[in-house]
């Protein structure tokens, strides 16, 4: 169920506890879902300011949907009054998505529907338009499941979002990976040679070309291969010239 309660902002009303238990003020929308169940059924509730909506999430046995809605839209029901419409049924006061990406089958940990009483979930916004949505089994050493989305509509799950690593950042002419707690930091692109005398390091390539190095007489070019493949071809070409 979602509430608004029309009289959050009023001055004349003591405490926020009556604000939000007084009924002649709250206004109800109501979903029957899971009737058999004792949890499980709110994947998320979150606020997005970039549109002002608010995403919320449901879960009923092994189907997921994805609601849409504001605090005016809520308000409209009345004050005092009561909704109540079927999970996937968008009216005057819900809108729901039909490109929402998460269902049950996505989960490996509680991807059947007798699982969902096992199911616990969090989720947070990291970022300006990003978001983290955690999934748990109670009861389970299993580690959860972590999805990330720009819009709470579209979720990726963190090996695909971050690729290989778990935590991606670029500062100044280094690359910072994290993966299970090991962090490394991969100097790359750099513009200006640094005074350990190294232009690339553990670089990944199929074919790479570095252009605008000087080297002085007696200077040296070393390329390590630290690859599982023993096949390297390196070609160094230049010019003289003051």
């Not at 902002?9 to 929308?29: F, G, H, I, L, P």
């Not at 707690?181 to 640094?194: E, F, M, N, P, S």
Request: proline content about 1%; aromatic content about 8%.
């Amino acid at each position: 169920m979602y509430y608004a309660d029309s009289t959050w902002n009023d001055t004349n009303v003591a405490t926020a506890a009556e604000r939000s238990v007084k009924e002649s003020n709250n206004a109800m929308y109501r979903i029957t879902v899971n009737s058999s169940k004792h949890g499980g059924s709110v994947i998320f509730h979150e606020y997005n300011p970039n549109d002002g909506k608010h995403y919320i999430a449901i879960r009923n046995n092994s189907t997921m949907a994805l609601l849409t809605t504001t605090r005016d839209q809520i308000l409209a029901i009345g004050a005092g009054q009561r909704y109540t419409e079927n999970l996937g049924t968008s009216d005057d006061y819900v809108t729901y998505d039909s490109n929402f990406s998460l269902s049950p089958s996505t989960f490996d940990l509680v991807g059947s529907s007798n699982a969902i009483n096992k199911q616990t979930c969090r989720s947070m916004r990291i970022g300006t338009s990003l978001w983290v949505l955690i999934i748990s089994e109670l009861s389970s050493a299993t580690q959860e499941e972590v999805f990330y989305s720009t819009d709470l509509i579209t979720w990726t799950d963190a090996a695909t979002y971050y690729g290989s690593d778990d935590y991606s950042a670029t500062e100044g002419v280094a690359t910072i990976t994290s993966n299970s707690g090991a962090v490394t930091a991969t100097k790359t692109r750099i513009g200006v040679l640094g005074t350990d005398g190294i232009l690339e390091q553990d670089l990944a390539m199929v074919q790479y070309e570095r252009t605008g190095i000087v080297l002085s007489n007696g200077d040296r070019i070393l390329v390590r291969n630290r690859g599982t493949t023993q096949t390297a071809v390196v070609q160094v070409m230049g010019y003289e010239g003051t």
